[in-house]
């Protein structure tokens, strides 16, 4: 039986307040006695079941894990007496105060985080799983409830409560690992922590549980088991669906394509790896950073172009030509069916979508500021076509058509670049060169 007369903690420690407690122990916040101030508060954690040697053994196990960790995303161990643990001796252990609340206490049910910030979180987890695991330390109790965030900053996850982690240095010592022991948690059942498993200490466990942490995070709900009473995942749940619907449709296909790797029931099918892992979450946030990046350079190229010196004159050169080289088609057509049967039309290919969609697409030259197109009046019967070469240049502020037959040119059409032309009196000029030009061409 182990006698509880004596607190041995209250030789060096001093209680300030009670700061909860659970199946495993109470805890308080304390500072030791020889501090004359209250700068290096701890917190003291007291075995609540002293004569059950199953308890005993988890404290044991616990300060032998935080005795070989030192990281920030770690309490550092102060002291303990739990390797009295087979004694008659209260037990109790000390570590240093982390002062936030949990995550379970942060998140909202009703406000889950966003994608971002949780990938951003469960990063930083990862780097302090990863540093256990390769001391051989294997968490398996991995949840919202055992990760405060520090100072309520997201970014600056703690892990606590070591009681049912593996240590590899105990690996021979079935008294403190015993296969027979129920591990894990409520929060996401795994069938490699159940009883009699022979993969009670799979690393890849805590991976599994890291990306349930996310899955809380960003769903608002914990995911319980890998594989609900329908085969469902938990990101394929009703409930949980509608929760992850209110997320950017970029990230969530990337993320639920996480999930589908990371709630497989089969850990071989699993992520395997905490760095491949690592990798593929910061894939997800990289898209859609390089996405918000695109969008960036798109603001800033359309800036540049619209405040360069010469925007302003480009774009009414452009809307000019448009205008222009609609004109010169209809006003072909109209003559071409003004004259009757056998006559038509010839243009060139950029003027082909403007029967169908009544859009005028002008080649144009920026370099030199210029267009040039074709636009003809055929007849089957004759040889030859009166197919007049338009060219269109910006000369200072204003825009000159000319209309170039056999090699001689003949202006059309002089306008400022930010005037409206006159285009009834253009397609009236328009439409008596094109009556000349084939009156000419037949020898009329």
Known sequence: MVKQKNKPWEERWETIRSIGGG????TFLVKP?????NDRPGV???LKNQKDPERRKRMHREVAALSTLDCPGIPRLIESNSDQFAADVPLYMVAEFVEGKTLSEILEPTQPMGI???VNLVLKLLETIQYCHNLGIVHRDIKPDNIIIRRDDINDPVVIDFGISFNESDA???ILTPAWQQLGNR???????QVNSSMQRDPRADIAQCCGILFFAIAGSPPVTLLDCEGRMPHQRPESQKALARQPDGWLAKINRIFDRAFEFQIDYRWQSIPELQQALIACISARDNARNA??????IQNKVSTSSDYARRQSFKELAQQLVKELYNVSRTVAGELGKGFGTIHDAEAINLKSRGIARVKID???LRFSQSHGITNEFLPNNFSPKFTGTATGNELVLLAEVNGEKVELLRTPLNGEPDFTAFSEHLRLFYLEGVRKLIGA
Not at 33 to 37: A, L, R, V
Not at 187 to 193: G, I
């Open 23 to 26: 199946g495993q122990g109470d």
């Open 44 to 46: 003291l954690k007291i």
């Open 172 to 174: 021979g010592n079935t």
């Open 33 to 37: 006695k020889d501090s004359p101030t």
């Open 366 to 368: 920026w370099a030199k």
């Open 187 to 193: 929060f996401l059942a795994l069938p490699e922590l």
């Open 116 to 118: 971002a910030d949780a």
């Open 295 to 300: 969008e960036q350079y798109i603001a800033q």
